[in-house]
């Protein structure tokens, strides 16, 4: 696999995590009050963890431009951390 194509994977799986928190966080806003709350906020931490290390991980391969977009899913896991940890 050439040094391209890892980098690009790295970006594609750090992006996959992020979304995949975002919408962990979207249906955790929209479950709040009901009983599994706290299965579901458990669930939403171990996906931004997940999240993190994969943008940690693509960071140390990522070009200039995949770097800003890296910092700025960072930037989104922290509002989520805020808003719901």
Not at 1 to 29: G, P
Not at 36 to 62: I, S
Not at 66 to 75: A, I
Request: hydrophobic letters at 35%; proline letters at 0%.
């Amino acid at each position: 696999m050439s040094y391209y194509q890892n980098k690009q994977e790295a970006f594609q799986h750090a992006s996959n995590k992020v979304n995949d928190a975002e919408r962990t966080a979207d249906d955790i806003l929209m479950a709040i009050h009901e009983a599994d709350y706290g299965t579901e906020l458990a669930h939403l931490k171990e996906e931004v963890n997940q999240a993190y290390q994969q943008v940690e991980k693509a960071l140390t391969v990522a070009s200039e431009h995949q770097e800003t977009q890296l910092k700025s899913y960072k930037e989104q896991l922290d509002k989520i951390r805020n808003q719901l940890l």
